[in-house]
């Protein structure tokens, strides 16, 4: 097992975690109440930040990945759409780096991509199959299961 591996699988996990708060349920806005409104445009706001910080973290993700030289099919065919790649280094940088303007181009490409939203959750996905096949985690957590019972 490589340990370059599992310090990406780490990196992979700290997006994840991040990426079950995104997947929380959005508030509904129905009948127009103030209160009620600021408080549930508070709440999409808060999802999408946490939505922001999950796209740039699985770029740390794809860099990892490529600085490792690692070799799987279906990430690989994921990655090799360049212009989303790109898009998300973009994005990640704008999370990350002090941008004067709030909603920089930088972002605004990435988001308004045909289909992103489908291509980031499928590279998720890749990379969790990834790790599944490659790093004996269904052991380690079956040896927890017996240990514990």
Same mark, same amino acid.
């Given at each position: 097992?490589?340990?370059?591996?599992?310090?990406?699988?780490?990196? %992979?996990?700290?997006?994840?975690?991040?990426? &079950? +708060?995104?997947?929380?349920?959005?508030?509904?806005?129905?009948? +127009?109440?103030?209160?009620? %409104?600021?408080?549930?445009?508070?709440?999409?706001?808060?999802?999408?930040? $946490?939505?922001?910080? %999950?796209?740039?973290? @699985?770029?740390?993700?794809?860099?990892?990945?490529? /600085?490792?030289?690692?070799?799987?099919?279906?990430?690989? /065919?994921?990655?090799?759409? /360049?212009?989303?790649?790109?898009? *998300? $280094?973009?994005? $990640?940088?704008?999370?990350?780096?002090? &941008?004067?303007?709030? *909603?920089? /181009?930088?972002?605004?490409?990435?988001?308004?991509?045909?289909?992103?939203?489908? %291509?980031? $959750?499928? *590279?998720?996905?890749? +990379?969790?199959?990834?790790?599944?096949?490659?790093?004996?985690?269904?052991?380690? @957590?079956?040896?927890?299961?017996?240990?514990?019972?």
């Amino acid at each position: 097992m490589s340990p370059q591996l599992v310090a990406l699988h780490k990196h %992979w996990c700290t997006a994840d975690a991040v990426k &079950q +708060f995104v997947s929380a349920e959005l508030p509904n806005i129905d009948n +127009f109440d103030a209160e009620k %409104w600021i408080k549930e445009i508070g709440s999409m706001a808060s999802t999408l930040h $946490r939505m922001s910080v %999950w796209y740039s973290l @699985i770029y740390v993700v794809v860099e990892g990945y490529k /600085e490792l030289k690692c070799s799987n099919e279906a990430v690989d /065919e994921l990655l090799g759409n /360049e212009e989303y790649v790109d898009f *998300l $280094r973009l994005f $990640r940088n704008a999370t990350f780096h002090y &941008q004067k303007d709030p *909603l920089t /181009e930088k972002a605004q490409k990435f988001l308004i991509a045909k289909d992103s939203e489908i %291509w980031i $959750r499928e *590279l998720n996905s890749a +990379f969790e199959k990834l790790f599944l096949d490659n790093l004996p985690i269904r052991e380690f @957590i079956n040896a927890v299961k017996v240990e514990d019972a």
